[in-house]
């Protein structure tokens, strides 16, 4: 497996606490426990660079991870997680918003729903901010392992559908677990963090 340069280079709730914005940034978004550090701990070949958990709201900040000095890929909360009081999920959502609006460096926004369901209301919400805000839809359908193969077709059709992709969108199938689709998230990202632009 290759060697891949990555740290944590910093971890923030503020704007004033993110790092200089001299390297292009790749984040993820998605609801509570959808596998967002479980993607970046796979994409880095490090099992434990982003903490995760088996119960949902892990992840409470915005973490930044400095990949061989070139690019970061951006871990945020995960929204939608009922037992996290109101409060702190509308924290967490003017969080999420703050970064994405004003990240001059954000070069994608990577969207991750669980193949298994259909995406929610939040997750409708979440893309139709990252339309919002000029990012070309990209998702990417995690837990794949956890699908019968004659499940795969139809669910990847109803995330399809349900967050209304088109020509332009792109749709990752992925699994942690067996780390199919890896290549191809990792491929995308750097074709656009040390290529190409938005
Ligand atoms: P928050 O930080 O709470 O927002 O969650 P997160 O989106 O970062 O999820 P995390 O990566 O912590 O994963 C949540 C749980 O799902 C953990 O128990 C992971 O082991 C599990 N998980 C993540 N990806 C996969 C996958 O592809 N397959 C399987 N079977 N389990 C996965
Ligand atoms: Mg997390």
Redesign the pocket.
């Known amino acids: 497996m290759d060697y891949i340069d990555a740290s944590l280079l910093a971890t923030a709730v503020r704007p004033d606490q993110y790092p200089d914005t001299f390297v292009p940034e790749v984040a993820f978004v998605?609801?509570?426990?959808?596998?967002?550090?479980?993607?970046i701990n796979c994409l880095t070949n490090r099992a434990k660079l982003?903490r995760?958990?088996?119960s949902?709201?892990?992840?409470a900040t915005i973490n930044f991870y400095n990949i061989k000095d070139v690019y970061r890929l951006v871990?945020l909360?995960?929204y939608g997680?009922a037992k996290v009081s109101k409060a702190e999920q509308a924290k967490w959502a003017d969080m999420i918003e703050t970064y994405l609006k004003n990240r001059y460096n954000l070069t994608a926004v990577i969207q991750?729903v669980d193949s298994r369901h259909k995406p929610t209301h939040d997750d409708i919400t979440m893309m139709e901010w990252i339309r919002s805000f000029g990012y070309r839809p990209v998702v990417v359908a995690?837990?794949?392992?956890?699908l019968k193969k004659s499940q795969i077709e139809s669910n990847l059709t109803l995330i399809y559908n349900t967050l209304r992709l088109d020509d332009e969108s792109i749709l990752f199938p992925?699994?942690?677990?067996t780390r199919s689709g890896k290549d191809e998230i990792m491929s995308f990202i750097e074709d656009i963090c040390l290529g190409g632009s938005r």
């Open positions: 998605g609801r509570s426990n959808v596998g967002k550090s479980s993607l982003a995760t958990s088996s949902p709201g892990k992840t871990d909360p995960g997680y991750l995690t837990k794949l392992d956890k992925f699994s942690a677990e």
